[in-house]
C-alpha cells in the first residue's frame, strides 16, 4: 500500500514502536488495536476475518457491511427480477412459500398464480409437491423433495420433524400434505426417516427432471440464493442443464404448450 511503518501507526492511533513490536512479536495486540490494523490496510473480509481468527479473535466481517436494506432485494424487486429471467424462476421465503414464480415457471408448471394457488399453504414448496398435478410430471420426485427435506431438517430456525413440527405454518402444510395422495405422504414419510439434515447454507443446488406431456423430458439443475438475508428470501432459478431441455423449454414458452 506504500504506507510506512510509521505512517501506519499514525492512522491506526498507535505508537510506531508499538507497532514494531507487533511485528518483532515481542507483544501482540488486542482485538481493537488489531481492528484498528486490519482497518488501515483494508483487507477484504475472507482475509480479515482469517487474521482475527488465527489470533484468537471473532470474525468481524459482517460489521463492515453497510447495515440498510439497499444491499438486498425487497419482496417486490426479487418478484420483478425474477420475471425478467429465459428460465423458470421463482421467489421463496424461509419455510417454503413461494410468493411468485415467473411467467416461464408457469408456463412449464401449467398454473395461473393469480387465479390458483392463492392460500399460502398451498403456495408451498412441499404442498406443490405432493399435488399429483405437479408430482407426476417431476420424475425424480424422491431426489426433488429428499434435498427440501433436508433443508428442513436441517433449518437454521430450528430443525422440522413431521412428528412435532415447531413452526405453525410448517404443521399447517404438513397437514394439508398428510390428507393428500397416500403414495406421496408414505414417500414423505421415508425420506423425513432416512434423509439426512442439511447445514443451512446461503446457496444450495438440487436437480428436477421434468416429464412434459407435449415438449417431452426436461432436466434442471436448480439454484436456490439468498435475495435477502434479512426477510429469508431466497431465488430458485431452474436452469435447462441439457440442450434438449433448452429447446423443450423454449417450444412450451413459445407456443403456449403445458
Known amino acids: 500500500m506504500g504506507l510506512s511503518q510509521g505512517e501506519l501507526a499514525r ?50 466481517g459482517l460489521s463492515l457491511r453497510p447495515q440498510d436494506e439497499e444491499l438486498m432485494f425487497t419482496k417486490d424487486e426479487a418478484i420483478a427480477e425474477v420475471e425478467k429471467y429465459a428460465w423458470p424462476a421463482f421467489v421463496a421465503d424461509e419455510f417454503g412459500y ?5 411467467a416461464v415457471a408457469q408456463r412449464l408448471w401449467g398454473v395461473d398464480l393469480k387465479r390458483e394457488f392463492t392460500d399460502p399453504v398451498d ?4 404442498s406443490v409437491a405432493s399435488n399429483p398435478r405437479f408430482a407426476e410430471r417431476c420424475l425424480n420426485w424422491d ?16 430443525p422440522q420433524d413431521v ?12 397437514e394439508r400434505f398428510l390428507a393428500g395422495d397416500p403414495k406421496y405422504v408414505a414417500r414423505l414419510l421415508r425420506l423425513f426417516e432416512e434423509r439426512p439434515p442439511a447445514k443451512p447454507k446461503v446457496r444450495w443446488t438440487y436437480r428436477v427432471v421434468w416429464q412434459d406431456p407435449h415438449a417431452g423430458r426436461m432436466t434442471f439443475q436448480c439454484f436456490a440464493s439468498s435475495a435477502n438475508e434479512w426477510d429469508g428470501l431466497a431465488f430458485h432459478d431452474w436452469i435447462p442443464s441439457e440442450e434438449g431441455s433448452f429447446a423443450a423449454l423454449q417450444a412450451i414458452t413459445s407456443k403456449g404448450t403445458t
Open 143 to 158: 431426489e426433488a423433495v429428499g434435498t427440501i427435506v433436508s433443508v428442513f431438517k436441517g433449518h437454521h430456525r430450528g
Open 123 to 126: 403456495r408451498n414448496m412441499l
Open 11 to 60: 492512522r491506526a492511533g498507535l505508537s510506531p514502536e508499538t507497532l514494531r513490536a507487533y511485528e518483532m512479536k515481542s507483544r501482540h495486540p488486542d482485538y481493537m488495536r488489531l481492528r484498528r490494523l486490519l482497518d488501515e490496510l483494508l483487507l477484504e473480509r475472507g482475509q480479515r476475518n482469517e487474521i482475527l481468527r488465527q489470533a484468537g479473535f471473532p470474525p468481524d
Open 163 to 174: 412428528e412435532q413440527p415447531t413452526n405453525p405454518y410448517f404443521a399447517a402444510v404438513l
Open 98 to 102: 413461494i410468493p411468485s414464480a415467473n
